[in-house]
C-alpha cells in the first residue's frame, strides 16, 4: 500500500468511449501528478497540480482532460483516444512541489 | 526543467556483487532523486540529496553527487535478487514541479 490509490487497475476501452481514470491519495499531499509510461519510452510528465490549481500542462493533447477538485483527488477524463495512446498511466503525489513523489501502482489503458 | 540521463541502459550482476548506477544532468539542481521501479508497477523513491551534500547513505544504498561535473551515482552493496528492478534519477530545479525521469537503468541481480 502506498497511500497513492489508482483505480481501475486495468481499463479497455475503444477510440469512440469516454472513461475516466481516479486517483487517490491518503497522504496528506498538497501537490500531485499524472505521468504516462509506453513501453521503451521514458516517463512523460503530463500534468502537475498544486493545492487544487494546475501548475504545469505538458502540451498534452486535449483528449486527456485533469480535473483535480480537491487536494486528495485527482482525474484524468479520456476521450477519443488513439491506440497509440496504449500506456501505463501513474498518478503520484508530494508534500510540496520538488518534494519526493509517491506513486500508484497505475491504470494499464488499452485503446483498440 | 531536466531530464536526468542514467547510464549503463542495462546492468545484469550476480547476487551479493554490487552495483553501481550513473546519472547525469544538464543545469543547476535544487535536489536530485533516485527511484526504483518494479515492473508494472509504480515508482518507489529510495533517496533525495541536496545540492550541497555530497554523500548520502540508506541501508545498503550510497548515493554520491558532484555538482561540478553535474553527476550522480547510486550504489546498491551486496545486491540480492529482489532489487533486480529499473532505476531512474530525476533531477529537480525551479520550483515548477517537473520532475523528468530518463529512460532509467535495467538491473538484473542472478540468484
Known amino acids: 500500500e502506498t497511500g497513492v490509490t489508482q483505480t481501475p487497475r486495468h481499463l479497455v476501452m475503444g477510440m469512440t468511449n469516454k472513461k475516466s481514470l481516479k486517483c487517490e491519495q491518503h497522504l496528506g499531499h498538497n501537490a500531485m501528478y499524472w505521468y504516462k509510461q509506453s513501453a521503451k519510452k521514458p516517463l512523460e510528465l503530463m500534468f502537475v497540480y498544486s493545492l487544487e490549481e494546475r501548475v504545469e500542462n505538458n502540451s498534452v493533447p486535449s483528449r486527456f482532460s485533469p480535473e483535480c477538485p480537491n487536494s486528495s483527488h485527482l482525474f484524468l477524463h479520456l476521450h477519443t483516444l488513439q491506440p497509440e495512446d496504449s500506456a501505463l498511466y501513474l498518478c503520484?503525489?508530494?508534500?510540496?512541489?520538488?518534494?519526493?513523489?509517491?506513486f500508484g501502482n497505475g491504470t494499464r489503458l488499452t485503446v483498440t | 526543467s531536466q531530464q536526468g540521463e542514467e547510464d549503463p541502459q542495462a546492468l545484469s550482476i550476480q547476487e551479493g556483487e554490487n552495483a553501481t548506477m550513473n546519472c547525469s544532468y544538464k543545469t543547476s539542481i535544487n535536489n536530485l532523486q533516485w527511484y526504483r521501479q518494479n515492473s508494472g508497477r509504480g515508482l518507489v523513491h529510495l533517496i533525495l540529496?541536496?545540492?550541497?551534500?555530497r554523500e548520502k547513505h540508506s541501508g545498503r544504498l550510497r548515493v554520491t553527487l558532484d555538482t561540478s561535473k553535474k553527476s550522480s551515482s547510486l550504489l546498491i552493496t551486496a545486491s540480492r535478487a529482489a532489487d533486480t528492478a529499473s532505476y531512474f534519477c530525476a533531477p529537480a530545479s525551479g520550483n515548477t514541479g517537473k520532475l523528468i525521469f530518463g529512460q532509467g537503468t535495467t538491473l538484473q541481480v542472478k540468484p
Open positions: 503520484a503525489s508530494s508534500q510540496a512541489l520538488n518534494s519526493p513523489l509517491h
Open positions: 540529496i541536496r545540492s550541497n551534500e
